[in-house]
């Protein structure tokens, strides 16, 4: 039912991407969910943005962006899954809500 893919990505291309970006962004890129690319980044210790960093770079404020730390992981593989899957996904919750909604 879900087409996975993978792709190949090195810790340094996607921290470029998440700092450039946001973690949401590189999520919706890539077409994953944002508690696994979280949790992706922790345990390839890739820093991301935290809490108010966009806020605050957006109303001018002096943002500091944490440094790459070195590892011993070099690339990984990202499995992304397919388009279609989260949007039949979502519309059918959608659904169900509001089925559940007007039978009250």
Same mark, same amino acid.
């Given at each position: 039912?879900?087409?996975?893919?993978?792709? /190949? *990505?090195?810790?340094? #291309?996607?921290? &470029?991407? $998440?700092?450039? $970006?946001? %973690?949401? !962004? %590189?999520? @919706?890129?890539?077409? %994953?969910?944002?508690? /696994? *690319? %979280? =949790?992706? +980044?922790?345990?390839?210790? $890739?820093?991301?943005?935290?809490? !108010?960093?966009?806020? #605050?770079?957006?109303? !001018? @404020?002096?943002?500091? @962006?944490?440094?790459?730390? =070195?590892?011993?992981?070099? #690339?990984?593989? *990202?499995?992304?899954? &397919?388009?279609?899957?989260?949007?039949?996904?979502? /519309?059918?919750?959608? #659904? *169900?809500?509001?089925?559940? +909604?007007? @039978?009250?």
């Amino acid at each position: 039912m879900t087409e996975e893919q993978t792709t /190949k *990505l090195s810790r340094e #291309q996607l921290y &470029d991407e $998440i700092w450039e $970006i946001s %973690v949401s !962004g %590189v999520a @919706k890129k890539y077409n %994953v969910p944002y508690a /696994k *690319l %979280v =949790k992706l +980044c922790k345990e390839t210790n $890739i820093p991301y943005p935290p809490s !108010g960093y966009w806020t #605050q770079l957006n109303f !001018g @404020k002096l943002v500091t @962006k944490t440094t790459l730390p =070195k590892s011993s992981i070099v #690339q990984f593989y *990202l499995k992304t899954r &397919d388009k279609k899957y989260f949007l039949l996904y979502s /519309k059918s919750r959608y #659904q *169900l809500k509001m089925r559940n +909604c007007t @039978k009250r």
